[in-house]
Nanobody, 126 residues
Framework: QVQLQESGGGTVQAGGSLRLSCAAS????????MGWFRQAPGKKREGITG???????TVADSVKGRFTISQDKAKNTLYLQMNSLKPEDTAMYYC????????????????????WGQGTQVTVSH
């Protein structure tokens, strides 16, 4: 049974940093494509960054230069380092897992995400 558990969310002032973690279990983590998404109230879910099993990454323009995805395969854990946070980053953040490798088209990694965590709330105050 695939399980994804996010942690590390909270409230931070603008300009601050947070690191989110996603503990994965129930599947062979090293063969999966993993990603982070977010959804703010009244808005569509937004894919913000992903990482393939070979380390290939993709980052949305909205967070480029501020957010960094990484993973520790030995711990089956995905991370999202968020720096220079802005109020518009306020959202529920979700990690997701896709069986098998992703597809790199241009500079964008596409993964067929099948599994989702419950989310962790990030609130950035002015």
């Amino acid at each position: 049974q695939v399980q994804l558990q996010e942690s590390g969310g909270g409230t931070v002032q603008a300009g601050g940093s947070l690191r989110l973690s996603c503990a994965a279990s129930g599947f062979t983590y090293s063969t999966y494509c993993m990603g982070w998404f977010r959804q703010a109230p009244g808005k569509k879910r937004e894919g913000i960054t992903g990482i393939d099993s070979d380390g290939t990454t993709t980052v949305a323009d909205s967070v480029k230069g501020r957010f960094t995805i990484s993973q520790d395969k030995a711990k089956n854990t995905l991370y999202l380092q968020m720096n220079s946070l802005k109020p518009e980053d306020t959202a529920m953040y979700y990690c997701a897992a896709a069986p098998g490798p992703g597809l790199l088209l241009g500079n964008t990694l596409w993964c067929d995400y099948k599994f989702w965590g419950q989310g962790t709330q990030v609130t950035v105050s002015h």
